[in-house]
């Protein structure tokens, strides 16, 4: 029988490598994508805690809908600005991109 | 009541000068004659308002000092602040006003003539206006705070009259120090009137005079009733805050004819008139103005007694007069103060626009260098005699009436020290009148000059007030049934009996005065050069005006600077080090912090994340440990 815990530790462990993929990575795409899976671990809290805690309602569903239209549009942004990176400096390296400082 | 239209257009008295005022400086200044034009117009709609309302008072007794018109509106109301804009008819607003409109729009139409060369000719005129209408502002005032606020107007103006030729540096320094000076005694004022506020909760003079009647706190009374008579001491040139006036003489000569010697530093016992009460209700205040009002009468005619500079002369006399004007206030004859308020006016602007016709024929100031004048200008030395003759106090012209009141009432009131000094005093002023009136107008020419008569728009109104300063004082001269003391008076009207003995006495020291002066200067009898020598010590000292001045600029110098240095000193170490020290801790540990920036977003991401990581535990442990 799979509960809501279930559930929650699968998103619990999704956002932990999504997290360690968006602290650790080099490579700017593979943050990008490491910030995906953060926002599908969130997704599947939202459905699964809609599922359990209030069966009629469709609200954790809709919100994740909402989510998935964010990212996907995030995605979009994301890549453009990488690509424009690339352009200016020839690397997607995050080591490289730290003209944020002093 | 109101049938009058003075009363019913009261406000275009003030206001007109003012339209003047703003039509000149605005449309009118690069048209000469139309500026000169609206000036005057303006100032004959006041004069002629300002007749009908006396005509109102002398005709209808029910208009008495103990029963006013009063006409207001509200001006300021904010929660407890109440403040009217309001006039205030009694015989003393009419009076008044009468002067100061009939003044303006003879020396008006004389500055035609005056300033006719003059580069600034339409911004005298604007400038006159605006004077025009702070004055008649100030004299129609209801309560303190109207007062006190065209108070400083009318010290605005004066400040940009003195400096009426702003490119000469004396007329600079002369400005800035008629306004600073003004201002230390407008401080005061203001204080005695926040003072009356805080406790009688009213500016308005008539609902102050029952205030201050009921209340017992004599310490209160005194302490408003000094501060007030601070403002005074300021704009009537007493002692010791007279030391602008001289210096006031860089203005054009029909502004110290109207500004500087009828009208503007005769507010100061106008005030004293209006606000009586507040003084009377006091011993120690009354005495103090009294003896105040005395001494500078002496005072400023010693100095007059050994002055060059014919303005010069005339200002110390104006001191001395208006010293014996408080006198007379301070001594508790409201009466014989604006009596002689009036006449001064009359004698006073009579003798600076004679001074001012002669300057403008010569182009000279210094007496000196003058002498044999009468000659070639008739008009103008006939009319300085006649000043001279009734500033002396010689009967029946105008200043013998006012200052036999003053003397009589010095006397009959017991202030015979006060009663020796301005006999003194009267004496010294014959003697400088008529030393000033012999060396400049008569005996032989000094150094080489053409005199001509001044043209029409200047002799007339010298005309017309000699013959206000010979028939003057007639309103108020003991004969006369319903006179100057059966209008303005304080309480009850109140006849001193004629006495004899003063009027004899006061017109023969008169007459030695002038006799002296003859001797010195006609006669050559006694030689000036000699007694100057003989007393040098005494000359000198009263040659540099008992050196006030030397005494201010010392003080300036050495105390107020020498106490703003050690100022300075706490304001740049200590003021400025504490801001520079915070300033310094911000700025390094900005140096220093910065390196916390690393740039790279995934240090910034973990700081945060191990942030919500504590905070979490930090908000979750007592839930987890099972503690609630």
Redesign the interface.
């Known amino acids: 029988m799979i509960t809501l815990n279930h559930y929650l530790l699968l998103s619990a462990i999704l956002f932990c490598i999504g ?1 360690y993929g ?3 990575k080099k490579n700017a795409i593979a ?1 990008l994508i490491s910030i995906e899976l953060m926002l599908n671990a969130v997704n599947v809290n939202l459905v699964a805690i809609t599922k359990f805690l209030t069966p009629g309602d469709i609200t954790g569903q809709i919100f994740a809908l909402f989510v998935i239209v964010v990212a996907a549009c995030e995605v979009a942004l994301g890549l453009a600005i990488v690509v424009a990176i690339y352009r200016d400096r020839s690397t997607v390296e ?2 490289n ?6 | 009541m109101m049938e009058s239209i003075g009363i019913k257009y009261i406000w275009l008295v003030p206001l007109a000068p003012l339209v003047a005022f703003i039509l000149i400086s605005l449309l009118f200044k690069r048209f000469k004659m139309l500026s000169a034009v609206t000036a005057i117009v303006s100032m004959a709609i006041s004069f002629i308002l300002s007749l009908d309302i006396l005509r109102l008072v002398l005709t209808n007794h029910e208009i008495t000092m103990n029963n006013p018109i009063e006409i207001a509106v509200p001006w300021i109301d904010i929660n407890g602040l109440f403040i009217e804009a309001g006039a205030l008819i009694d015989p003393l607003t009419a009076g008044m006003l009468f002067v100061v409109t009939f003044i303006s729009l003879l020396v008006t139409i004389y500055s035609v003539g005056y300033m006719h060369d003059d580069p600034g000719f339409s911004r005298f005129f604007s400038y006159l206006g605006l004077f025009v209408f702070s004055m008649l502002g100030l004299v129609i005032a209801n309560n303190y705070f109207q007062m006190f606020f065209f108070w400083e107007l009318v010290g605005l103006c004066s400040y940009l009259l003195i400096g009426f030729y702003y490119y000469k540096n004396s007329a600079a320094d002369a400005n800035k120090k008629a306004f600073i000076t003004n201002r230390v005694a407008d401080f005061g004022f203001m204080l005695g009137i926040i003072i009356l506020f805080v406790n009688f909760d009213t500016f308005n003079f008539g609902k102050l005079a029952e205030a201050i009647n009921a209340s017992s706190d004599l310490a209160l009374i005194t302490l408003a009733g000094i501060l007030v008579f601070v403002g005074p001491i300021g704009k009537s040139g007493q002692f010791p805050l007279h030391v602008w006036l001289p210096d006031a003489m860089e203005g054009p000569t029909p502004v110290s004819a109207l500004i500087h010697a009828a009208t503007m530093v005769a507010a100061g016992v106008y005030l004293l008139a209006r606000g009586f009460i507040l003084f009377a209700s006091s011993t120690t205040t009354i005495t103090f103005i009294a003896y105040l009002g005395g001494f500078t009468a002496l005072f400023a005619a010693t100095i007059a007694v050994t002055q060059r500079d014919f303005k010069r002369i005339l200002a110390f006399s104006t001191l001395s007069q208006l010293g014996y004007m408080v006198m007379a206030i301070g001594i508790g004859s409201l009466t014989a103060g604006m009596f002689h308020l009036t006449t001064h006016a009359f004698f006073k602007a009579l003798m600076f626009l004679c001074a001012g016709s002669v300057i403008h024929a010569l182009h000279k100031q210094d007496i000196f260098e003058m002498g044999g004048v009468f000659k070639e200008m008739k008009i103008t030395g006939t009319c300085m005699v006649i000043g001279g003759l009734a500033i002396a106090g010689i009967p029946p012209f105008a200043g013998f009436w006012s200052k036999d009141e003053i003397l009589l009432t010095a006397k009959a009131n017991g202030f015979t020290l006060l009663y020796i000094m301005a006999s003194i005093t009267a004496f010294l002023t014959a003697f400088y009148m008529f030393r000033l009136i012999f060396l400049a107008f008569f005996g032989e020419k000094r150094s080489d000059f053409h005199a001509h008569e001044s043209p029409l728009t200047m002799t007339i109104p010298l005309i017309i007030l000699a013959v206000f300063s010979i028939f003057g004082g007639f309103i108020g001269a003991p004969f006369v049934e319903h006179g100057y003391a059966s209008y303005v008076y304080f309480g009850e009207p109140h006849h001193p009996t004629p006495d004899l003995m003063v009027m004899v006495s006061s017109t023969l020291v008169a007459v030695a005065g002038i006799f002296l002066a003859w001797l010195i200067y006609i006669k050559k009898a006694i030689s000036a050069e000699k007694i100057a020598t003989q007393f040098a010590p005494i000359y000198k000292f009263l040659y540099n005006k008992w050196y006030i001045d030397e005494i201010y600029a010392w003080f300036f110098n050495k105390i107020v600077l020498g106490i703003s240095n050690v100022f300075n000193w706490c304001d740049r170490y200590i003021v400025d080090g504490i801001a520079h020290s915070i300033a310094w801790i911000i700025r390094t540990s900005g140096y220093k912090g910065r390196y916390l920036h690393t740039g790279s977003l995934q240090t910034y991401g973990l700081v945060i994340f191990t942030a919500v990581v504590v905070i979490t535990l930090f908000l979750a442990g007592p839930v987890v440990g099972g503690v609630q």
């Not at chain 1, 991109?97 to 002093?102: G, R």
């Open positions: 997290l968006a602290l650790s943050i995050v080591e991109l730290d003209w944020l400082k002093w």
